[in-house]
């Protein structure tokens, strides 16, 4: 995985990333330590109308029936200058759970994009597990699909082109690793075990997304 501060390497099994310091830790110290739930289609930002909502919700059926075993959500929040995309995702991922997720779609099956109305920036938040089936670059070229509706506050438009181009990708991994065996066994073999959340007197606390939807604070734990 990559560093959610410095985007550098980081590995797996490492709680601290060695080349700046950023870990679990210092994400719950901006964050916070307790855990919150979120909807698959969480609109914080409150900027999908009823309709979009409903294609969208669509759009998410057909992703869970064609692969059963991942974890679809968005994040649409107003986001304050302090918080990044990838600090945010990478705070979700290990901080909140997906309402009608079940015991088969793990947050480490997520993938889990997030996008800022206040800087019209997108980002994608992969678990452990779906880093193997969706490689950076095609990401990249998902996020790069919606950049047009995106600029024009088009939110709805944007998810769904950016998870029309996951979908497809997928597919496309999906087929190759199908092809190639022995790289998914590779790939399944480098997978780690996900580290476990830090132990904290709020764990058993749920909370909506309140702190994270535009008032966080740093330094609060
Ligand atoms: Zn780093």
């Known amino acids: 995985m990559k560093c959610p501060h ?4 980081v590995d797996h099994e490492a709680e601290t990333c060695y080349s700046c310091g950023y870990s679990l830790t210092l994400a719950e110290s901006v964050f916070g330590r307790n855990f919150v739930q979120m909807n698959r289609l969480h609109d914080a930002a409150h900027c999908l109308r009823k309709p979009e909502r409903d294609a969208l919700e669509d759009i998410f059926d057909q992703m869970e029936m064609r692969f059963p075993q991942l974890l679809f959500c968005v994040y649409l929040g107003a986001l304050n200058d302090q918080v990044r995309l990838n600090e945010l995702g990478f ?6 759970e997906v309402r009608g997720a079940d015991f088969a779609r793990p947050n480490e099956n997520a993938v889990l994009v997030l996008i800022d109305v206040n800087t019209k920036q997108a980002g994608i938040s992969l678990g452990y597990f779906s880093e193997i089936l969706l490689p950076e670059d095609e990401g990249y070229r998902c996020l790069q699909a919606a950049r047009p509706f995106l600029v024009n506050a088009a939110y709805g438009q944007a998810v769904a082109t950016m998870f029309r181009k996951i979908g497809r990708a997928l597919s496309r991994r999906a087929r190759y690793l199908k092809r190639n065996p022995a790289e998914l066994e590779e790939a399944i073999k480098r997978r780690p075990t996900v580290p476990s959340v830090s132990d904290s007197k709020a764990d058993d606390e749920r909370d909506n997304l309140m702190i994270v939807e535009g008032s966080v604070v740093p330094g609060r734990s």
């Open 6 to 9: 410095c985007s550098r390497p």
């Open 91 to 96: 705070w979700l991922l290990n901080h909140a």
